[in-house]
């Protein structure tokens, strides 16, 4: 079983700093891709950031450049923070890993979702 809990969101003011966390617990393979996606009330959920375990990050057009995903393989967790915030930022935040595990199965996982709201 695998839990991801996350944590960081709130409310902050437009152009303001947030830092969202996501701790992954259980049998989690270790060649895996954690991401942030985000679901704002009427609209489908979006990715907004993805680091796999052995590279390179990849970001929504939306983001670049004023967020960042981070990870922790040691401690198997993902980080985004997200500066220079905007009003349009609002939504709930999830977190998500999934992977293929060593018998070829599709695998993925999500946390219980974060709140972030930007006030302007």
């Known amino acids: 079983q695998v839990q991801l809990v996350e944590s960081g969101g709130g409310l902050v003011q437009a152009g303001g700093s947030l830092r969202l966390s996501c701790a992954a617990s259980g049998s989690i393979f270790s060649r895996n891709v954690m991401a942030w996606y985000r679901q704002a009330p009427g609209k489908q959920r979006e990715l907004v950031a993805a680091?796999?375990?052995?590279?390179?990050?990849n970001y929504a057009d939306s983001v670049k450049g004023r967020f960042t995903i981070s990870r922790d393989n040691a401690k198997n967790t993902v980080y985004l923070q997200m500066n220079s915030l905007k009003p349009e930022d609002t939504a709930v935040y999830y977190c998500n890993a999934d992977w293929v595990d060593a018998t070829g199965t599709y695998r993925a996982y999500w946390g219980q979702g974060t709140q972030v709201t930007v006030s302007s």
């Open positions: 680091v796999p375990s052995w590279g390179s990050t």
